[in-house]
Each structure stands twice: as structure tokens, then as C-alpha cells.
């Protein structure tokens, strides 16, 4: 496995997007609705949701693959408590 480089979209949706380090980085992550979430180098290292097996179909065929993060965001815990 390559190493991604993942964007968490800044909306409640949890969407995440992990592009290889060596691709070049979609449109649509570029842009205020999405930021950077640092890097994966082993699929024991990505966050929950992240599937390294899917990981490898999404960039054959789109050159990224989207997920459902499912990691709750700090202001998220703080609400619920």
C-alpha cells in the first residue's frame, strides 16, 4: 500500500478523501469545504471508517477514494457532554 494523504470535508457530513502521495490532489478537495487531516501510511494507521482493500479499487478507477469517517470531532464530544 502507498501512503495517502487524507481531507476531511469541514461539514457535518464526515466525508474524508485519501489521495497516494503520489497523485495529484482533485479539485474538489481544494477549497474552504475541505481541509487537510494528515497522512495514512498503513491501513492500521487510518481513521475508523478507512478500508485499505477499497482504498485500492477507488484509485484505480477515480484516482482517490471517498469515505464515512466515523471519528467525532472534539467540539462534537464537548456538545454531548
Known amino acids: 500500500m502507498s501512503a495517502y494523504n487524507l481531507f476531511r470535508s469541514t461539514g457535518p457530513d464526515g466525508?474524508?478523501?485519501a489521495v497516494p502521495e503520489?497523485?495529484?490532489v482533485p479539485r474538489?478537495?481544494?477549497g474552504p469545504q475541505w481541509e487537510f487531516?494528515?497522512?495514512v501510511d498503513s491501513p492500521r494507521n487510518g481513521?475508523?471508517?478507512f478500508d485499505g482493500k477499497a482504498a485500492?479499487?477507488?484509485v484505480r478507477f477515480n484516482g482517490f477514494y471517498l469515505f464515512a469517517s466515523f471519528q467525532?470531532?472534539?467540539q462534537a464530544l464537548k456538545q454531548a457532554s
Open 15 to 17: 466525508l474524508s478523501c
Open 56 to 58: 485500492a479499487a477507488g
Open 22 to 24: 503520489e497523485r495529484s
Open 47 to 49: 481513521p475508523l471508517g
Open 72 to 74: 467525532k470531532n472534539a
Open 37 to 39: 487531516a494528515g497522512k
Open 28 to 30: 474538489f478537495v481544494i
